[in-house]
């Protein structure tokens, strides 16, 4: 549930949060085990209980017009002898009273101290220099300076931003394992409601690359843990804004490349890329397009655990952003992580405008078992399983997006196929797809006999044209072009692939002063259309249609244009 804000009726300003107590948790733990009768009644009180906690007035300091509930413009208050919040100079700050501040909102420790990174200084103006020892609980405790300061320079506001006291634990790396999150005391996350997106909210508190992989670990009996509320509106909000108290057996681990990422794209397959090295750079670093090939970009999107490179293009997410990746990477494409890849000797200085890498990767998505690309069970590869999606009346939408993703235009049809038993699924988060996002990134784990078979509206093949003319009693079909006799005659062929049985032909013609459409049955997977006498009135532009009807749907699908021009009074010649 996200916290609400309350009116503080001393001032003008909004409540800040206040740290979840654990001595508070502790007291009804004890209280629970005292009277197990209770223990249902009890829960709910320290649902609520963390919940008014959460919402506390902060007595004198508070962050403002930041992104979330740790990060803002700092303002402090003091209840002696001034009733008014009052901004801060960052003259008078340092990283020392940052990490008091950070302490006493319940938050991590401070990641950003910088001047008016969220607005200018606001009047009233805190006149004391802090001079906390970082040791102290509250900003208030700290010692501060005698004399008082009048004035406060142009984009000097103390602008802070806390680390969410987000955490991976027992994990291969600092980007991998159990997430815990302290809100008063460390608890692990339950696994319910977790997709990629989600997951990849978290990767900005952690400083992680790109969500890879969610997984669902069971304990041998319940314990204490935070719950994610499936309606928060997590995408723009910190982790801990999205949680209550709750008890499960089901934890969430989660794991993220710790070196690779795609920002600003339009799922977690694609983006603007950004490597980081933990040896040598802390700093996440554009990438040159001249430092980067086809090679190099499989790997990437193999990391990532999506399909292969689909685009590969420089600024196709933005300009470069300082740092810079200062290497040309050499990957033979056989790599499992792109810092794994050799890489040049010597070093780049420069990039020039519209050169940052942008990458697509493709959606690892698949329809089977049908007579086309565009029709079948579909399937979605997660975590290195291929599964088939689970069935649900609500589907429609994510199958647009499944079609989009195979390029096989729109969804036409979404039909219910019941299994012998139960297996292993995917479900798709309707609310995460709401935005449009890929499949992948909203994708959940579970088991069903439903599944999920999609007819895309591109289902049919691309027809084929062709013409052939009698010359001297000869016929031959030809692509190319074939010259005849005036009046002699001449066929124009329609053909399509086998893929379903019956359909028909329409031949449509076209020329700068009429317009004509031919149709014919199709029998064997073709049409031919004859034209006795060729003259001039047939010149102009063919092509061939192919409709049938089946699925309860009518499909089409049309040929490339061919072009027939007659020249002189003799000869008839064909171009595509």
Known sequence: MTPHAVQDNNSTGWCQTKRYTEDSTQTLRRAERRTGRDTVYLDVMEHLLMLLLLVWSSDSVRLVDGTS?????????????NQWWSSVCEDDFDQQDAEVVCRELGCGAPSVLQGALYGEVEAPMWTKEFQCGGHESALLDCRSSGSDR?????????????SEPVRLVGGDSRCAGTLEVKLGDWRPVDYSYWTLKKAAVVCRDLDCGSAVSIRRREESSERYVWMID???????????????????????????SDSVRLVDGTSLCSGRLEVKSNQSNQWWSSVCEDDFDQQDAEVVCRELGCGA???????????????????????????????????SGSDRNTCSPGKAVGLTCSEPVRLVGGDSRCAGTLEVKHQGDWRPVGYSDSIL????????????????STRQREESSERSVWRINSHCNQSGSALRDCLTSGYSSS??????????????????????????AQQQGAPVLRRSTFTICCSIQPQYPGGSFQLTFTSSNSAHNYTQPAVNHSAHFLFPAAEPAHQGSYSCVYHLYVFNHTFSSESRLLSITVLGKLTVYMQV
Request: overall charge negative.
């Open 69 to 81: 509930l740790c990060s803002g413009r700092l303002e402090v208050k003091s209840n002696q002898s």
């Open 150 to 162: 009048n004035t406060c320079s142009p984009g000097k506001a103390v602008g802070l931003t806390c």
């Open 230 to 256: 499936p309606f928060c509106d997590y995408s723009g909000s910190a982790l801990r804004e999205c949680l209550t108290s709750g008890s499960s057996s089901s934890i969430v681990d989660l794991i993220y």
């Open 309 to 343: 490179p689909s685009v590969l293009q420089g600024a196709l997410y933005g300009e470069v952003e300082a740092p810079m990746w200062t290497k040309e990477f050499q990957c033979g494409g056989h790599e499992s992580a792109l810092l794994d890849c050799r890489s």
């Open 397 to 412: 939408k994510e199958a647009a997006v499944a079609c989009r993703d195979l390029d096989c235009g729109s969804a036409v």
């Open 451 to 476: 599944i999920l078979d999609l007819i895309c509206s591109d289902l049919l093949l691309q027809p084929i044209i062709s013409v052939s003319s009698s010359m001297y009693g000869v016929s031959e």
